[in-house]
């Protein structure tokens, strides 16, 4: 039985990939890491479904619509849409003989039909161009260790007990320069996901406040320096990584913890 959830574990499949895909709510989040620590059916399926996860993330996977194709789309639904009132305008009405031999409605369906399906068509195209708003998921999964008690898989302020453990674990390897002189101790480290693939999260506190940096390899996946829901989100690039610090920590020691961290970079 999952904790908290409840039903066998095959029935909670869907939780499984709903915590991949960041969309369970707090509590049901909870539940599930509380399971996976003690279930290892479960945990092994959820690394599978990471896997196949960062498989699907594959540049050379990924089908893109051409600059034609979207060329074609939008032409289409420019000329549905310029149809419309000719189509849809009010007719005089019809005698009774051309109302049984020929209806008015299947001439406006044949016309609305194409432009249903090119908007429909422009929507996938839209869709699939998407980034992932990866703030938002930086500031859920942020939250969810701090209501879930999981800040760290390996808790140690030495920062040469956490950069090994990231071994083998990542296809990076992260630095973990511990920053307790700046007044931003380092408290541990784990793994997290977020924006289609595994990352690395450093735990640093300010007095009673918890940052949260994520780290993985410069690339398409950017966040956005932005405030959501009270905490704050700086991102910035350095040296090959995108780091993203997450905190409700104000502003101005934001700064200061990215300055610090950027100072005790190796050169």
């Known amino acids: 039985m999952m904790n908290g959830v409840g039903g066998s574990c095959s029935e909670r499949e869907l939780l499984l ?23 290892p059916a479960c945990a092994a399926a959820f690394r599978e479904i990471i896997q196949q996860k960062e498989l699907f993330e594959k540049e050379e996977l990924r089908l893109r619509a051409s600059e034609a ?17 000719a189509t849809l305008a009010p007719a005089k009405a019809p005698s009774a003989s051309q109302n049984a031999s020929y209806p008015r409605w299947p001439k406006a369906l044949a016309v609305l039909s194409p432009m249903a399906l090119a908007a429909s068509l422009a929507l996938f195209v839209y869709t ?24 760290t898989d390996v808790a140690s302020s030495d920062q040469h007990t956490v950069k090994p453990w990231f071994l083998g674990k990542l296809d990076f390897s992260p630095s973990v320069p511990d920053l307790a002189e700046k007044g931003f101790p380092l408290i541990g480290g784990r793994l997290d996901y977020v924006g289609g693939r595994v990352v690395a999260a450093l735990v640093y506190k ?30 910035w690039t350095h040296g090959g990584f995108s780091y993203a610090a997450v905190s409700d920590l104000n502003s101005k020691e934001m700064q200061e913890f990215q300055s610090a961290y950027e100072d005790a970079l190796p050169s």
Not at 69 to 85: D, K, M, N, S, Y
């Open 17 to 39: 990939h709903g915590l991949a895909d960041n969309e369970l709510d707090p509590a049901n989040a909870l539940a599930v890491e509380e399971h996976l620590r003690g279930c």
């Open 69 to 85: 194709l979207r060329g074609r789309v939008l032409t289409a639904i420019h000329a549905g849409t310029e149809a419309i009132p």
């Open 128 to 151: 699939v161009n998407q980034a992932p708003a990866v703030d938002q998921q930086l500031v859920a999964s942020h939250v969810r260790s701090l209501l879930a008690s999981h800040l």
């Open 206 to 235: 300010r007095h009673s406040h918890v940052i949260n940096l994520f780290v993985w390899p410069a690339g398409k996946m950017k966040a956005l320096p932005e405030t959501l829901d009270g905490y704050h989100v700086l991102s």
